[in-house]
């Protein structure tokens, strides 16, 4: 078996214990709402089209893995919910692992970006299609700049399997797949040409259909719907809420840090043998959109913005690491975890420690309410 297949393997089979054991530890306020969506569709009741409800996200990645855990195996609507939580989130961030294990085999990126992926604080504060959305994004980017630093030309089945990551985490959060898939579209364009790109966009329109059951029988409502939901956002008759600047500065910290770094390499000539320049302009072009689509709407929350929070924290660590351990060095990194050099711990070990101290001023009740029983709620 391969390394990359190793990897894969262990942080899947890792990824779902961890994820459904703080699943059942934590919130579940957000989740029961999720779990009855799961009800209410195989039950054909007609509260599953409420838009002030689950519906209209679309996130109906969830609602099709609950409904088969339900359905055949009979697991409860609550469990069928966090195992489909469980098995999409660790299977998203195995596979951002393994392609950072691809991209840089030399490097321990790969194993901070685990740690982030299944660690990171914003996930034990968002909805469930939310937690989902995060590595689904990551994915789509990481897939996207896999393609772009292949010297050997590469089969359309690849750039199709891009397209089916995006039309996933459309047919799980529209209003995120929207702007990530469109600019992961555009360089793909610009990169590989006009046949790639319908590639691309052929695999994104066939995942959103095969996952979102509402546009097998009622298509033209539904995308209505979907419009409706997003355009709530904006309705003067809804109670506005806010995000507050030091809320908004604290969730932004590391992601400034990491934005500001991958500048500063930019501007001295040094991001290009990091990561592809055009990957970052992409992503500082969808946060910029995102951050002024978010701050413009009256509902306004922090945790729409953590699919990108997440995103700049995961590069900070291969900023970090390439700047002070750069993989170029053949004597710094090794090809196994028992032979990280210490200039490699210690970056690591600070990232984990700013990591935690954020966690804490960023939820201050977090750990206790993580800790304080890992048990499944009924």
């Known amino acids: 078996m391969t390394r990359e297949k190793r990897v894969f393997l262990s942080l899947f089979l890792y990824g779902v214990v961890f994820q459904f054991a703080t699943r059942g530890a934590g919130d579940l306020s957000d989740t029961w709402i999720w779990a009855e969506q799961i009800q209410f569709f195989l039950e054909r009741d007609p509260r599953v089209f409420d838009l002030f409800g689950a519906y209209g996200h679309p996130g109906t990645t969830l609602i099709e893995l609950g409904s088969l855990f339900h359905g055949f195996f009979g697991v409860s609507y609550i469990h069928a919910t966090m195992l489909s939580m469980s098995i999409l989130i660790a299977g998203a961030t195995a596979a951002c692992a393994t392609i950072c294990l691809s991209l840089f085999p030399r490097s321990i990126w790969w194993l901070?970006?685990?740690?982030?992926?299944?660690l990171d604080r914003p996930y034990f504060g968002v909805t469930p299609t939310t937690a989902i959305v995060i590595p689904l994004t990551t994915l789509s980017i990481l897939t996207m700049w896999w393609l772009w630093v292949q010297r050997l030309p590469q089969p359309p089945w690849r750039y199709f399997l891009l397209g089916a990551i995006i039309g996933l985490t459309a047919a799980t959060r529209l209003d995120t797949a929207l702007p990530v898939g469109s600019v992961m579209i555009a360089i793909i364009w610009y990169r590989f040409g006009l046949s790639k790109m319908l590639a691309v966009l052929a695999g994104a329109v066939i995942a959103i259909f095969v996952f979102d059951p509402f546009l097998w029988f009622m298509p033209i409502r539904h995308l209505a719907d979907l419009i409706r939901k997003f355009t709530l956002h904006y309705d003067t008759k809804i109670i506005p809420t806010g995000i507050e600047s030091a809320e908004l500065i604290r969730g932004l910290a590391l992601s400034a840090l990491s934005s500001g770094w991958s500048?500063?390499?930019l501007v001295r000539r040094r991001l290009s043998r990091i990561v592809p320049i055009p990957v970052i302009i992409g992503c500082f072009i969808i946060s910029v959109f995102t951050l002024a689509v978010v701050l413009s709407?009256?509902?306004?929350?922090?945790?729409y913005l953590a699919p990108l929070i997440v995103l700049w924290e995961i590069f900070l660590p291969l900023l970090?690491?390439?700047t002070f351990v750069p993989t170029t060095d053949p004597d710094r990194q090794?090809?196994?975890l028992s032979g990280i050099q210490i200039p490699s711990k210690t970056v690591i070990g600070l990232l984990i420690l700013m990591q935690v101290l954020t966690s804490l001023v960023f939820r201050p009740h977090l750990i206790s309410r993580i800790f304080s029983g890992m048990i499944f709620r009924q």
Not at 112 to 118: C, G, P, V, W, Y
Not at 297 to 303: A, F, G, K, M
């Open 112 to 118: 901070t970006t685990a740690f982030i992926l299944l």
């Open 263 to 265: 500048l500063v390499l």
């Open 297 to 303: 709407s009256s509902t306004q929350s922090l945790r």
């Open 320 to 322: 970090v690491l390439e």
């Open 334 to 336: 090794s090809n196994g």
